[in-house]
């Protein structure tokens, strides 16, 4: 079983930056694709950025657009996300995602694999 131990969350201030770090079992050369992906109380999770096999193709929510930055740390096989200027409205629990694609016959399948997720609180 693929894991991911993510690092980095904790209390920050607003306007600081945050950076999470998420480290799975396998080297981040297996995924396909990797995210990070947030979840605030009482809703469901929901992407904050994604990036390809490749590290050519990034994605942005647009709540962060602009102030995070997503990428993969080849060294330490490590997947990073930063997020600059925090506001009160990133708190929330941060996951992350690491996704493999297998085919079966025709079919195609999307398996996703998360961390335990962790708790970002930013206050002001």
């Known amino acids: 079983q693929i894991q991911l131990a993510e690092s980095g969350g904790g209390s920050l201030q607003v306007g600081e930056s945050l950076t999470l770090s998420c480290q799975p079992s396998?080297?981040?050369?297996?995924?396909?694709?990797m995210g990070w992906y947030r979840q605030f109380a009482g809703k469901q999770r929901e992407l904050v950025a994604s990036?390809?096999?490749?590290?050519?193709?990034?994605v942005y929510d647009y709540d962060v657009k602009g102030r995070s930055t997503i990428y993969k740390h080849n060294f330490n096989d490590t997947l990073v996300l930063k997020i600059d200027n925090l506001k009160s409205e990133d708190s929330a629990v941060y996951y992350c995602?690491?996704?493999?694609?297998?085919?079966?016959?025709?079919?195609?399948?999307?398996?996703?694999?998360w961390g335990q997720g962790t708790l970002v609180t930013v206050s002001s």
């Open positions: 990036i390809s096999r490749d590290g050519g193709n990034t």
């Open positions: 396998r080297s981040i050369s297996n995924f396909d694709e």
């Open positions: 995602n690491g996704v493999i694609v297998t085919n079966k016959g025709w079919q195609r399948y999307r398996n996703n694999y």
